[in-house]
Nanobody, 117 residues
Framework: QVQLVESGGGLVQAGGSLRLSCATAGSIFSINAMNWYRQAPGKQREFVAWIARGGGTNYANSVKGRFTISRDNDKTTVYLQMNSLKPEDTAVYYC???????????WGQGTQVTVSA
């Protein structure tokens, strides 16, 4: 089991930035893809970004060019740098692990991001 703990959420004005962190209990090197998802009030959880073991990345169209997913050299922490934030980015953000393929099997507890207009 992979344990994931998110941090870095908060309240920010539109146009501002936040960096989310996802700490794991051990190396994520053996995990095929680490993901960020988000869930806004009254909406379904949606994909935001992933970073694969080889370093490749992928983003939802709604965040492309504004968000950047990365990981540290020790491969124990995954980050989501969020710039040019919009009120519609307001959501609970979840870190998720896909050990095999891109099927998520482990979720963090989530961190709230609120963007004021």
């Amino acid at each position: 089991q992979v344990q994931l703990v998110e941090s870095g959420g908060g309240l920010v004005q539109a146009g501002g930035s936040l960096r989310l962190s996802c700490a794991t209990a051990g190396s994520i090197f053996s995990i095929n893809a680490m993901n960020w998802y988000r869930q806004a009030p009254g909406k379904q959880r949606e994909f935001v970004a992933w970073i694969a073991r080889g370093g490749g990345t992928n983003y939802a169209n709604s965040v492309k060019g504004r968000f950047t997913i990365s990981r540290d050299n020790d491969k124990t922490t995954v980050y989501l740098q969020m710039n040019s934030l919009k009120p519609e980015d307001t959501a609970v953000y979840y870190c998720a692990a896909a050990p095999v393929g891109f099927t998520v099997t482990n979720w963090g507890q989530g961190t709230q991001v609120t963007v004021s207009a």
